[in-house]
């Protein structure tokens, strides 16, 4: 029981990378905001290829 006690004390609060995470941390506020991110990036790269824009500078802005 006492590992348990660690381990909740220890992850009411998590960064990886730009994310962080919170004791009130909830999967809707998580998954729509990467839902949006993917939605602006693809956006963009509609339009790059649209524009006729190489490959290599697609392949570039996607990474």
Do not use: D
């Amino acid at each position: 029981m006492m590992e348990e006690e660690t381990l909740q004390a220890v992850c009411k609060e998590a960064e990886v990378g730009e994310a962080s995470w919170a004791e009130n941390f909830t999967w809707t506020l998580n998954t729509s905001s990467i839902t949006k991110r993917a939605q602006q990036c693809l956006y963009f790269l509609q339009k790059l290829r649209k524009a006729h824009l190489p490959s290599p500078i697609l392949t570039t802005f996607y990474r």
